[in-house]
């Protein structure tokens, strides 16, 4: 007999879905570093090795430092999401786990490449000369790029279920990974999640220096802090267009693919052409309120034409609406503003530097930069609420509920919190522990030292 | 051999490789545990420095054979894979706390410095020895047929005698591994006080998970009779292999052997973990779901065949790349 009682569906249901979504929007921001990060550094070096410029390899120096220790903690926190995946959500592994668990061991080799490659990279600084120890970088952003695929297919295909068919009792059969894989979700969500990446690093990094120029303004001429701001705010300024076209195809294939995501986050009720682009405000059951509402520009962004039918919430059957319309819309409009919100951002530095030949380096504008990173964040992470938020009461698009798929198991709210203490701990740690290897005067004078996977210092420092 | 087969072999294979590689990295900071208390300040700063030298660029990769082997079972047998999860999420969180404390204390031991450094290396130590030990726990039950295919099972089934004693077992071998490999990077560096150090502590671990071992044939006799029968079956060569390998080690500690050393405790690890999926198969849950009951469909298997043929053709060079630089490294 069992001490510990199975707790009832509904109450793990709402635990666990809270536990995953906390511990993966914990996680994904150190996703974030790992597959963009490697190009800023990269970046740094190329200019560095080309001109022979000491500043720009003192960056590529710190910033390999910063990615050791980040990679090591999202190497944490990604293991403790392949454990839930089984832990949280056992019936979901056993019904599906072979239709999609090939995108996770496709992963593997690249998390492998990866996390052997960093190695190499950062023991390199001292062991591999020239441009023979840019190249050891190459495989990581290569990796970081393939990983960020497999990872976000698998996402996709919750979205786009595909490549197996089910059997008499519900199980799927003939199964083909690559049909899983190459799902029709996967088009725009992969690039729209890669983008995301490399936008939460470049605006992140850019706003760090930013911080240090408002806080003393003398670090505004110091070249290295300036270097520091341009290289991965001009990576992401021109990223920020590209996202925001992808974004737009995305919702389209949202829009067709699932009519009853984009209703809700779109506060949608009534089917039919003419619809009404809402900004803001608040969803109730039958309208909008307190809204900015647009007429025809929703039916427009749908199908280019005011003509354009779009599928209302009347359409879809009570029990299986996604829940919580106000907090998707808003999450929805968040992220899109947001992104317009770094697009000004980057053409103020564009035609700043067209005029000018340089960035303008007032406070507002590093006021302005400083804010854009978590910006990034918080558009990255919203964008997530709506696509899974949106895709509830499914895990697997029309074919398993979430509810079918959580874990009898008890305890869910214990570990919820804990959970929660653990992982803002770690997070404090990770905070002081960057700060203090950005405070190190001379990171060339011994590179890699006393980081995980660099050598340790000869003497230890006490 | 059948498509089911392969995989469970790839799965074996995985775990194989995750107990000789993280094992190695779990022992060096239970060895880091045990000399805390030690009074001589300076040896245990070598010892950390070593741990630190020997480990640290490898870290990561040792550990990415742990979320491999996952994937591989809930890919290639998601009937398996939803039961155990489900029946023993106890030792598994707990594992997985483990592995968050551990990842943090080595992400930030080093670059906190002073105070900061010390209470990283404490929490790193400590999970060192909770982790392999949930991990052992989790296996044992396993085997003593705790968890049902279909099932949720008893929360509190894998307190017993079989999974404690696995669990104990795993923090032993843990240990062992990583005082052969630690004593042979201190006698290539030249290093004798250390190679002293870890020489005595190789033999002592030796003989420690030698009687566990026997202690375990006892409890394994009347917890899972189906894989004991089994060890003394098809998976008798694998069992005189590990034991031949085990003394042969031994001799070769005592004999101040160095090159072989690794080989020959690689070997009896291999042979282990070789005899005991032998002695288990065909059941993947002894007694309720054999390997081809619980496979996943035939594309997924196929699938994660290629992978994994893949995986070996691209990670084997750049691991022997980095292990060669690191290697170097340790010598400096």
């Known amino acids: ?137 190459v495989p990581i952003v290569i990796a970081g790029v393939g ?14 279920p595909q490549g197996f068919a089910l059997d008499g009792s519900g199980n799927p059969t003939g199964v083909s990974p690559l049909s899983a894989l190459f799902n029709p979700a996967t088009v725009y969500e992969f690039p729209h999640m890669l983008l995301a990446a490399y936008m939460v690093v470049g605006f992140g990094l850019a706003s760090i220096y930013a911080i240090a120029m408002l806080r003393s303004p003398a670090k505004r001429n110091d070249r290295r802090h300036r270097l520091g701001l341009l290289i991965p705010l001009t990576v992401a300024a021109l990223l920020t267009p590209v996202q925001i076209f992808v974004g737009d195809v995305a919702a389209r294939g949202v829009a067709d693919h699932q009519p009853a995501k984009f209703a809700g986050f779109e506060c949608i009720y009534e089917t039919g052409p003419d619809q009404t682009e809402w900004l803001g405000g608040i969803c109730t059951d039958d309208e909008v309120k307190w809204g900015i509402g647009i007429p025809g520009l929703d039916s427009m962004l749908v199908g280019f034409s005011t003509d354009t039918v779009v599928t209302g919430l009347d359409q879809i ?30 053409g103020w530095l564009a035609f700043y530097w067209w005029r000018k030949r340089d960035f303008p380096a007032t406070k507002w504008f590093l006021r302005a930069v400083a804010l854009s990173g978590i910006g990034a964040v918080v558009a990255m992470e919203a964008g997530w609420i709506v696509t899974e938020v949106g895709r509830q009461p499914w895990i697997v698009q029309g074919l398993m509920r979430t509810e079918d798929a959580v874990t009898s198991a008890g305890g869910l709210w214990f570990v919820l919190v804990g959970a929660i203490a653990l992982y803002a701990g770690l997070g404090a740690i990770a905070v002081v522990s960057l700060r203090r290897i950005a405070s190190r005067r001379e990171p060339g004078a011994d590179v890699g030292a006393g980081l995980p996977y660099g050598p340790p210092a000869k003497e230890p420092d006490r | ?143 003593a047929g705790d968890v049902e295919a279909g099932g949720s099972g008893d929360a509190l089934g894998w307190i017993g005698p079989l999974p404690i004693l696995v669990g104990v077992l795993f923090v032993a071998s843990c240990a062992y591994i990583a005082a052969v490999f630690l004593l042979d990077d201190c006698r290539r560096a030249g290093d004798e006080e250390l190679s002293e150090y870890f020489l005595r502590r190789s033999i002592a671990a ?127």
């Open chain 1, 1 to 137: 007999m069992s001490l510990i009682p199975s707790v009832p569906v509904a109450d793990n249901l709402l635990a666990a879905r809270e536990l995953m979504a906390f511990t993966l929007g914990f996680h994904i921001i150190l996703a974030c570093v790992g597959v963009a990060l490697p190009a800023m550094m990269l970046v740094a070096e190329f200019k560095g090795r080309r001109n022979d410029d000491e500043v720009a390899l003192d960056l590529a120096k710190r910033w390999s430092k910063a990615a050791a220790v980040l990679f090591a903690v999202g190497a944490v926190t990604g293991t403790v999401l392949s454990f839930e995946m089984g832990l949280l959500w056992p019936h979901f592994m056993e019904r599906f786990g072979d239709v999609f668990g090939t995108g996770f061991a496709i992963e593997g080799i690249f998390f492998f490449t990866e996390a052997i490659f960093i190695a190499i990279y950062i023991y390199g600084w001292k062991r591999i000369d020239g441009w023979k120890h840019w190249w050891t970088g």
């Open chain 1, 147 to 160: 990983g960020a695929f497999s990872v976000v297919a698998v996402n996709s295909w919750m979205n786009q």
């Open chain 1, 317 to 346: 059957p009570d029990d299986e609406e996604p829940p919580a319309h106000t907090l998707l819309h808003l999450a929805f409009d968040t992220m899109v503003g947001i992104g317009f919100a770094l697009l000004a951002l980057g």
């Open chain 2, 1 to 143: 051999m059948s498509k089911p087969d392969v995989v469970a072999a790839i799965l074996v294979a995985g775990a194989t490789l995750y107990a000789i590689f993280g094992g190695a990295d779990f022992g060096a900071g239970v060895w880091e545990l045990l000399a805390a208390r030690t009074p001589d300040r300076s040896l245990r700063q070598r010892i950390e420095q070593r741990v630190a030298l020997s480990l640290g660029p490898v870290w990561e990769a040792n550990h990415v054979w742990l979320i491999f082997t996952l994937v591989v079972l809930w890919t290639g047998f998601p009937d398996a894979f939803a039961p155990i999860m489900e029946t023993l999420y106890v030792p598994l969180a707990l594992a997985a706390v483990g592995i968050v404390l551990r990842g943090s204390g080595f992400a930030f031991g080093h670059s906190l410095g002073d105070v900061g450094a010390q209470r990283a290396h404490v929490v790193f130590s400590v999970s060192s020895l909770i982790t392999p030990f949930f991990l052992g726990c989790v296996v044992g039950a396993i085997a």
């Open chain 2, 206 to 332: 030796a003989v420690i998970v030698g009687a566990l071992a026997a202690v375990g044939l006892i409890v394994l006799r009347a917890d899972a009779r189906g894989i004991f029968d089994g060890l003394f079956d098809e998976g008798l060569p694998f069992v005189i292999a590990s034991v031949v390998f085990g003394l042969v080690t031994l001799v070769g500690l005592v004999r101040g052997w160095s090159r072989a050393l690794r080989p020959l405790a690689i070997g009896a690890v291999v042979a282990l973990v070789a005899g005991w999926a032998v002695a288990q198969f065909p059941y993947l849950l002894p007694d309720t779901l054999t390997v081809a009951d619980g496979a996943g469909d035939g594309g997924a298997l196929t699938a994660l065949i290629v992978v994994f043929i893949v995986a070996l053709v691209t990670v084997v060079p750049s691991l022997a790349l980095l292990f060669r630089l690191a290697q170097r490294q340790a010598l400096e």
